[in-house]
């Protein structure tokens, strides 16, 4: 099975700060990764597919990148809306998988 | 707008069975591979299982395998999850959710059914 180790589990910033999520892939999984944001007491919401393709709708401050099985989600300038949780997914292969979780906290 | 709405969630005993029902409101359903996604309360989201379009395959995660059964009739636009020998450890909320092709990530969810497994 494919694991994907997502960093950091908790991170503190303020508005209009630039942040970054990690997932590093166990394996090659090319570029199929997506990447969530869920909020509490809500389901999940697809922000960003096969690597970089933002959903529509999605704030372009939103952006996914990649080198080689490590992944990133940047928020350019970090607005109110976007404190929640993010996690990526691989979905190259079954038993698909989920990296831990972000948690984006106002510092 | 597509609205996949969960239900038959609750509190079951150890070792008891719950099916849980997802029904779509898209005249498409029966075009997608669709997804069953859990998540114990204050933790992460774990995939579940995947059911093709047509229902031929199907695919389960480990901790599920031979205990968990999906399905789908796609003339009624609804998907199924068989709980069966439930632990404790299946305590969670329970979304499902579609892929709008192969390409992409899972772009409509469920407002997620709880299940409770407790004595």
């Known amino acids: 099975d494919i694991q994907m180790t997502q960093s950091p589990s908790t991170l503190s910033a303020s508005v209009g700060d630039r942040v970054t999520i990690t997932c590093r892939a166990s394996?090659?999984?090319?570029?199929?990764l997506a990447w969530y944001q869920q909020k509490p007491g809500k389901a999940p919401k697809l922000l960003i597919s096969?690597?970089?393709n933002l959903e529509t709708g999605v704030p372009f401050r939103f952006s996914g990148s990649e080198s080689g099985t490590e992944f990133t989600l940047t928020i350019s300038s970090l607005q109110p809306d976007d404190f929640a949780t993010y996690y990526c997914?691989?979905?190259?292969?079954?038993?698909?998988?989920f990296g831990q979780g972000t948690k984006l906290e106002i510092k | 707008e597509v609205q996949l709405v969960e239900s038959g969630g609750g509190l079951v005993k150890p070792g008891g069975s719950l099916r849980l029902s997802c029904a779509a409101s898209?005249?498409?359903?029966?075009?997608?591979?669709m997804t069953w996604v859990r998540q114990a309360p204050g933790k992460g989201l774990e995939w579940v299982s995947s059911?093709?379009?047509?229902?031929?395959?199907?695919f389960y995660a480990d901790s599920v395998k031979g205990r968990f059964t999906v399905s789908r009739d796609n003339a009624k636009n609804s998907l199924y999850l068989q709980m069966n020998s439930l632990r404790a450890d299946d305590t969670a909320f329970y979304y499902c959710?579609?892929?709008?092709?192969?390409?992409?990530?899972?772009?409509?969810w469920g407002q997620g059914t709880l299940v409770t497994v407790s004595s």
């Open positions: 898209e005249l498409a359903f029966g075009s997608y591979t």
């Open positions: 059911i093709g379009s047509s229902g031929t395959y199907q």
């Open positions: 997914q691989q979905y190259h292969s079954y038993p698909y998988t």
């Open positions: 394996q090659s999984i090319s570029y199929w």
């Open positions: 096969k690597t970089r």
């Open positions: 959710a579609r892929a709008r092709g192969t390409t992409t990530g899972f772009d409509y």
